[in-house]
C-alpha cells in the first residue's frame, strides 16, 4: 500500500474518531437543556461565540448538530446491521448455490441496485410513516445488495 493511502486511512479514522467521540459526549449530556432562543443573535456568521453560527432563532447550530448526533448515528448503525445480515446472507447463498438459485439472488439484488433509492424511500415512508424505525428499515432494505456483490465476489 502506498504512503497517501496509509495516510488517508489514518485521517479518515481520526475523523470518525472525533464524530464517535462528540456523539458519545452529548448522549452523555442529553440532560442539558436544549440552547435557549436569543432572538438578537438571529442568523449570526461562523466565529466569534458561535463556532458554526446560529439558526433564525439564535441558537447556536453546533450545539443543535452535536445533540442530533447520537440519533443519527444509531440510525446508521441500525441500517447498516440490517444491510450486513441481509447482504452477507445472500452473498453466502449465491456463491454456495448453483444454477437457478443463484441466478434468482443476482437477479434480485440487480434489480434492488436498479431501482431509484429515493423513490423507494419516499414510497416507503409515506406507507410506514415518518419514524426512526421506518427510516431504519428502508436504508437498511435499500442497501442490503452492496454487502451481497461484495461477499459474492
Given at each position: 500500500m502506498s504512503r497517501s493511502r496509509i495516510q488517508n486511512g489514518v485521517a479518515g479514522a481520526v475523523l470518525t474518531g472525533a464524530v464517535l467521540l462528540a456523539?458519545?459526549?452529548?448522549?452523555?449530556?442529553?440532560?442539558?437543556?436544549?440552547?435557549?432562543?436569543?432572538?438578537?443573535?438571529?442568523?449570526t456568521p461562523p466565529g466569534g461565540t458561535t463556532l458554526l453560527g446560529s439558526d433564525q432563532l439564535g441558537r447556536p447550530i453546533l450545539a443543535r448538530v452535536l445533540a442530533g448526533a447520537p440519533w443519527s448515528l444509531g440510525v446508521a448503525f441500525a441500517a447498516n446491521a440490517i444491510s450486513l445480515v441481509l447482504g452477507v446472507s445472500a452473498g453466502l447463498l449465491?456463491?454456495?448455490?448453483?444454477?437457478?438459485?443463484?441466478?434468482?439472488?443476482?437477479?434480485?439484488?440487480?434489480?434492488?441496485?436498479?431501482?431509484?433509492?429515493?423513490?423507494?424511500?419516499?414510497?416507503?415512508?409515506?406507507?410506514?410513516?415518518?419514524?426512526?424505525?421506518?427510516?431504519?428499515?428502508?436504508?437498511?432494505?435499500?442497501?442490503?445488495?452492496?454487502?451481497?456483490?461484495?461477499?459474492?465476489?
Open positions: 456523539a458519545s459526549v452529548m448522549f452523555l449530556a442529553v440532560a442539558l437543556p436544549p440552547p435557549e432562543m436569543d432572538l438578537f443573535a438571529r442568523l449465491a456463491a454456495e448455490f448453483d444454477g437457478v438459485p443463484r441466478r434468482i439472488i443476482l437477479q434480485t439484488v440487480n434489480l434492488t441496485l436498479s431501482f431509484p433509492s429515493l423513490v423507494a424511500a419516499m414510497a416507503a415512508v409515506a406507507i410506514l410513516g415518518q419514524s426512526a424505525g421506518a427510516v431504519i428499515l428502508v436504508l437498511g432494505l435499500l442497501a442490503w445488495p452492496l454487502f451481497a456483490r461484495v461477499v459474492y465476489a
